[in-house]
DNA sequence: CCGGTTCACTAAACCGGTTCAGGAGGAGGG
DNA sequence: CCCTCCTCCTGAACCGGTTTAGTGAACCGG
């Protein structure tokens, strides 16, 4: 009861293996009659090609990889990820390729890469000082970066980290705050974060620049830096983190995800919204619009560069050589909401953008 | 400068292929000097072996597919398919296997299933009555079918709909609503509903019980149907209908991120929750208890149900007939939260659990 | 009736690995 | 000294398709 192959059909037909192949794949090489003669056969049999084998000889997988730099269970803690893939997929689906998430193996990325039964890889929150990034570039397939730097032999499809994180550090100032707690992205709890390079180091360098500070941090603001995984939880973490040494009147997320969780804690702490804390988020993810107070964000075009990824990378793989090295980087914008506010004050923004339904005291 | 392979590495270090088999995949096989010569000459070439030669040879993707109804884009408009992504990937990611979502192509399952490259398949919703589920599974993968009923030869995690939607009907009873709003699932926006059967049947089932209605609809609460698809909008669209027809005092629907968008919908329109709309939702996702008022919900387990899903699918493969015809019912719950209240009058629920910081008037 | 096309189809090579069956050479036992 | 058993390695078959190069027959115009 073996899976019928190839060469079964063919001898069921009385043709070559050829014919069998030209029926399924290239019609008008074959006699209508026999075609149909072939067809039946496959049909009685029940004979479906296969998949892998096929894909072997056309040297093409139909698979795109989307590299992660964490599991599954923590990266779709996130709800950034399923954005992005909705952009991905808009373009990946019309062309019937396949997106894989490429989580690492045992700790390691280069070795999730070196399996991955893909055509091309979409890397995500890897840094150009990763590590592994050298054995990645090696697998020897075309690669589309998300949001690093320097990478001029690549292609690289970033956003404007600073310019967001400044217009949000503006925000800030102008409403009041002088003691303000960021919270950078950690891909585990304690693991360090480089606040000079990668992401947060952009955005750092763009809310420092918002603020007024020098480089080394001086300035009319005080900057109180702490790091957490992105997820709900690892908002409310930091939360904690920032009430053992004293809560400031602000802070910046890097994430909306993490905004929520900080504000989720606030709320269970009994605080006020945004009247005692002041949360701003990054990404401006559907849920930020949903939450009370709506969430003051940056936003960036996620899909888009879902998008806009998966079409250079399908453009690379149909090249020869499979290079690109296009540099783009999409805008962001400050979306203020309700999460934002003067400290220790009266909010001054309407109230219907503050609060959502049943606020209106009994 | 083509890509190494395997008889250029056994030619450089002087050696058949299958010594260089060896070298990566039982280096006991081998003498230590043969081997290192043998990863030398890899190394020097940049030879990496082929993951899809690899694969056809042994038959095994490494893969599994998570077949689903809708785009890519559609689908993870719902935060329910990260949610069962992270339990899939809990148990893939410990065996490296990697997850594959694998939508309708030219909107046809089947073929999309025929070119799958995978090893066996999770299937998300589609019922026994889906016109290509025969094609289906006669692709020879061994299946785990979510959420469906009567399959007795089929391995089938599914939930208790039925319980979970009376307790909600209960719930809405208890607190006096008489004229009930429901929110059916549609894939389209036009897309009839089989009110029978599938998942749209089970709950509808339970919710008729729970309010003491006949089968054919009779008693004393009036239930209004429509339909939409799971996504915010979708809320908001049969928000919209229902304002049209005159609004009911509480609307059910069948996902939480519908409930969300009916939320978001009524709240926009002016409306207070939940004096004067009650919403419950159903799966009970992290944003449900984000949202203000938090949403009344039924909870299912959705990652237990992913990590059961595909451990049952792995056993499946590993198997010799691929065959394991297990039918688990997980439980469901109602989580009673602020979203729900008396119609037509003041929540007698505390404050706190109706809506969420900031709430307090200046 | 002849040379050139076109049509319908095939044998064999190929994609790039794994694996089975077995052979050479040296160690150990009797 | 012969036989057996390991150790280390190899040739050939195999996974299941696609593709290239080419064959024989029918057709066609001159």
Redesign the pocket.
């Known amino acids: 009861m073996?899976?019928p192959?190839?060469?079964d059909v063919a001898q069921r037909a009385?043709?070559?293996?050829?014919?069998?192949?030209?029926a399924?794949?290239?019609p008008e090489?074959?006699?209508v009659?026999?075609?149909q003669r072939i067809l039946a056969a496959a049909n009685d049999l029940g004979?479906?090609?296969?998949p892998?084998?096929?894909r072997?000889?056309?040297?093409r997988t139909q698979q795109v990889g989307l590299v992660v730099p964490q599991s599954t269970h923590d990266i779709f803690a996130n709800p950034f990820l399923p954005e992005l893939m909705r952009g991905i997929g808009d373009v990946c689906d019309a062309q019937g390729i396949a997106v894989v998430i490429v989580p690492p193996v045992h700790g390691s990325i280069a070795t999730a890469v070196e399996g991955a039964l893909v055509d091309g890889l979409i890397l995500l929150g890897l840094s150009a000082e990763h590590p592994e990034i050298d054995q990645v570039r090696r697998a020897g397939l075309p690669i589309v970066a998300l949001d690093v730097e320097g990478w001029e032999d690549a292609a690289v499809i970033a956003i404007d980290d600073a310019s967001g994180t400044r217009a949000a550090a503006k925000h800030l100032a102008e409403l009041g705050h002088r003691d303000v707690g960021v919270v950078l992205i950690a891909a585990h709890p304690d693991s360090p974060v480089d606040e000079q390079h990668g992401i947060s180091g952009r955005r750092l360098a763009g809310l420092r620049e918002g603020f007024g500070l020098s480089s080394n941090g001086e300035g009319p603001v005080r900057l109180r830096i702490v790091s957490a995984p992105v997820s709900e939880e690892g908002g409310r973490a930091a939360f904690d983190a920032f009430v053992e040494a004293g809560l400031p009147s602000a802070i910046m997320t890097m994430s909306d995800v993490t905004a929520i969780g900080v504000m989720n804690a606030a709320i269970d702490a009994g605080m006020h919204l945004p009247e005692e804390l002041s949360v701003v988020g990054f990404d401006d993810i559907e849920a930020a619009s949903w939450v009370s107070p709506r969430l003051t964000t940056v936003h960036q075009p996620i899909r888009e560069k879902g998008r806009l990824a998966a079409t250079r990378l399908i453009d690379a793989i149909g090249a020869a050589d499979g290079r690109a090295a296009t540099h783009e980087v999409l805008p962001t914008r400050l979306v203020v909401r309700g999460s934002t506010a003067p400290p220790n004050t009266t909010s001054v923004l309407p109230a219907a953008d503050r609060s959502r339904g049943g606020a209106a005291a009994p």
């Open positions: 073996a899976r192959r190839i060469g009385g043709v070559s293996k050829t014919a069998v192949s030209f399924f794949n290239q090489h074959l006699n009659d026999t075609r004979y479906r090609p296969s892998i084998a096929r072997l000889a056309a040297r």
